[in-house]
C-alpha cells in the first residue's frame, strides 16, 4: 500500500548500537541549513508524542522479558505514528528528514536478531509506514563489540542483549544493504568523523531537493531545522 509520492528528500543513518548515527545525523543537519534547506530531524522509535511514549515502553530495561512479536508490533506502531504525523508532511512541503533508525532496525533487530523472519517483519512495517522507503540508508558499520563499548549512558533494553545479538543485528545491516545497493551507503564507523560526513554528503547532493536561498540570511544560515530528536538511550 503506498500514498502519495514525496517530493523532499528522507534520508536514514542504521548500523548497530554505538555506531555513531546520531553524530552524524547532526553534522548533516548543520551543513543542509547552511545551504538554505528546511530540515528535519528526528528518531525511531519516537518522533511524535505518541511514538515517544511507545520509546518508553520498548527501550526501558523494565519491561525485560516483553514477548518478541509484541515489540515488533511496537516498533510499526511507533513507525506509523511518526510517518503519518511527522515525517509525510514534512517531505510533502519539501524538507529533507534525517531519520536516526527507521524500517531496517525492526527488520534487523526483530525480524532477524529475535528470528521473527525478516519478510514477516518487512511486510508489517510497509503496512505501518504505507510503503514509505528512504532515498538514501547510511549504514555506519562497526563490530558489535565496539559499538557497544562505545556506549555512554545506561544501557537500555535492547542494548544489554548479549554481544552475540549485537553482532547479528550487525550482519543483517550488511546484508540488507548488500541487498539493494543503489539504496545504501555503507561507510566504516571507525574512520573520522568528518571522512564519514564528507562521503554522505557526496552521496546525498545528486539527492537534495532545490534550496530555497531567499532563505538564506547575511550569515549563511539557512532554515531553522524542526528536531525531533532527543537524547537518550539507544540514539547513538
Known sequence: MTSAPAVGLFVVFEGGDGAGKSTQARLLVDVLRSRGHEVVLTREPGGTPAA????????DPRYAGLD??????????SRGEHVASLIRPALARGAVVISDRYTDSSIAYQGIARGLGAEVVA??????????LPDLTVVLD?????????????????EVEPEEFHATVVAAFRDLAAAEPERYLVLPAHDAVETIAA???ARLDPLLPPAEPDQLSATGAGK?????????????
Open 199 to 201: 562521503a554522505v554528503l
Open 123 to 132: 511486510e508489517i512495517n510497509l503496512w505501518a509506514t504505507r510503503g514509505l
Open 142 to 158: 562497526v563490530d558489535a563489540g565496539t559499538g557497544l563499548a562505545r556506549l555512554e549512558s545506561a544501557p537500555d533494553r535492547l
Open 224 to 236: 531553522p531545522a524542526v528536531d525531533q530528536s532527543r537524547e537518550g538511550a539507544g540514539s547513538a
Open 68 to 77: 518478541d512479536r509484541a515489540e515488533a508490533l511496537l516498533f510499526a506502531a
Open 52 to 59: 515517544e511514549a511507545i520509546r518508553d515502553v520498548v527501550l
